[in-house]
């Protein structure tokens, strides 16, 4: 990442469809050789805070220990940073095609279960393409 802003940076986040822009610029050039999950929170305004934590050697299968950890994170950075409210987004990155497969489902599951109640949002990024997999709550 650089310490440039671009307009992009600039612009406020107000749907899946702005976000999977900014995901796209993010985690150029959109090749993974193994499995990553990065977490970036946006703000009530809808402008991402400067914070990216990716999560490399993701198993293919949710971990319960690693959920703990990233919702330690979640909330740390939502009441530190964020005044208690702002919008969790995630992006699921891996090799192989773009299109969600089983191990994505249950990541997505054990996210929704962890995160339910919170405003997040996930998205797949793999094979060139970034897609919404949950909207989340905008």
Sequence with gaps: MSGMTTPLDAAPIRSAADLADRWRSLLH?????GRSLWLTWIGRDGRRLPVVVP???LPRTPDPVLLVR???VHAGVLHGQLGGAGHLALALCRPGPAEVTG???AWTEALRSVLDGDAWSLHLAAAGRVLPVVDGRW
């Design 70 to 72: 990233l919702c330690d």
């Design 29 to 33: 050039p959109l090749a993974f050789a």
């Design 55 to 57: 999560v490399d050697d």
């Design 103 to 105: 191990d994505d489902d």
